[in-house]
């Protein structure tokens, strides 16, 4: 049964930076894709980035070219650094596990969750 765990997050005024990381315990975490999702108040979660085995990103349009998605393999974690923060990018992060060594951004790929953490930006 594998494990994420969430660590960073918090407060920033718009423009800002936050940097969130996730370890990845008691999984296959080289064989797989990883992903950050999240969740605005009253919406449905929504995935933003995701990377491969090999490295390979992918980002949601309303991220692209301001979060960086990245990964340690030899501690076995993954990040998202977000920067230029804007209001809308406030909600509940989410690293995830797939089930599957390919990338999307269908939550129902994804088998294992981290606890979530908050992201609010202030204007």
């Known amino acids: 049964q594998g494990q994420l765990v969430e660590s960073g997050g918090g407060s920033v005024q718009a423009v800002g930076s936050l940097r969130l990381s996730c370890a990845v315990v008691r999984y296959n975490y080289n064989a797989y894709c990883l992903g950050w999702f999240r969740q605005a108040p009253g919406l449905e979660r929504e995935g933003i980035a995701t990377?491969?085995?090999?490295?390979?990103?992918w980002y949601a349009a309303s991220v692209k070219g301001r979060f960086t998605i990245s990964k340690d393999d030899a501690e076995n974690t993954v990040a998202l650094q977000m920067d230029n923060l804007k209001p809308e990018d406030t909600g509940v992060y989410y690293c995830?596990?797939?089930?599957?060594?390919?990338?999307?951004?269908?939550?129902?790929?994804?088998?294992?969750w981290g606890q979530g953490t908050q992201v609010t930006v202030s204007s």
């Open positions: 995830a596990a797939s089930r599957f060594s390919f990338c999307s951004f269908h939550s129902s790929d994804f088998i294992y």
């Open positions: 990377i491969n085995k090999v490295g390979t990103t």
